[in-house]
C-alpha cells in the first residue's frame, strides 16, 4: 500500500498454545532469531505465527515470507499460513497473481517470495521478513533480504529461522534493532 498515514494498532486474539520451544522462540528479542528442529516439530507453524503477530504490529506496512523455492513456499509455508489465518477468522485477501497477503484489519501486506525473485525486489521497503527452510537458501540470499529491510518506521521484534537439527530453516527479521547476525 502507499505511504499513507500510519494506522492505528489492532488488538487481535489467536489460538494458538505455543510448544516450550516455540515460546522460547517467539519470546527472543533478537533482531535475527531462529528456529530449528526435527521433521513436524513446529518450525513452519512458529514462523507463521510470528509473522502474523509482526504484521499485526506493523500496520499498514509490507513483510516478506519466504522459502527456497515456490513449491515449498506454496505447500508447506504458505499452507500453514493460510489454515491459522482461516482457523482463526483472521480477514485476508490472497492475490494470487502477484503471490501477495493483505490484511485487512492492519492494511499490511506479506509478500509471498521463493529465493530466486529477491533480488527482484528492488524498491521495497521490508518492516520484517522470515524465511522458511533456510537451510537450502544461499547466504547471497539472505543478504538481499537484509538490504532490503528499511523500513523506518517497522516496529516490533525481529527475525524467525526454521530448520532441521544440522541447519536454520527460518528466520524472521525487522529492521528496529541490531543484535546479532545470524550464524551458519
Ligand atoms: N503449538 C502447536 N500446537 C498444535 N499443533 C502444532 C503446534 N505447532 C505445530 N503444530 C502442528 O504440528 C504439525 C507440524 O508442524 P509444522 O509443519 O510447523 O512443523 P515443521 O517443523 O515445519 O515440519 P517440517 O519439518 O515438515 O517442515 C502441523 O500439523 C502443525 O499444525
Ligand atoms: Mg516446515
Redesign the pocket.
Known sequence: MGGGAERERIKRGIV????FS?ARFHACTARFKGYS??????????LCQEAIKLSYINTGRTGLIGAPTYPMLRD?TLG?LL?VLERNVIPYEHNKAENVLTMVETGSKILLRAVDEFERLRGTNLAWFGVD?LTYTAEEAWLRLEGRLRDPLAKGCVGSQ?G?RKGTTGYTANSWRILRRPTR
Do not use: F
Open positions: 494458538y498454545s505455543p510448544l516455540q528442529g526435527s521433521i513436524g516439530s513446529g518450525k513452519s507453524q512458529a508447506a500453514t489454515e527452510e526454521s532441521r
